[in-house]
């Protein structure tokens, strides 16, 4: 296949061109860094664990995917 005058472009130009991806924001807790501590991981078939982001522990589990983000939500709030 031909090389096109497109692809033997410099990359650097080629990516000021192109619009970043949007940044999404994390609602800041008060008193605490904006970062989560906890996340919502698959594991298994229809399981899904919370789990510690700082220490890898494994703090409850559910089968359905918004009902672990409602656990990871509201041990957050406990926080």
Known sequence: MPETSESRRDPASKSATTPAAPHHRLAARQGASAMPLYRVIP???????????????????????SDACALAQSLEARE
Do not use: P, Q, S, W
Request: aromatic share 14%; hydrophobic share 40%; proline share 0%.
């Open 43 to 65: 594991a298994g078939k229809a399981f899904y664990h919370v789990v510690e982001i700082a220490t890898d522990r494994v703090l409850g589990y559910r089968r359905r995917h």
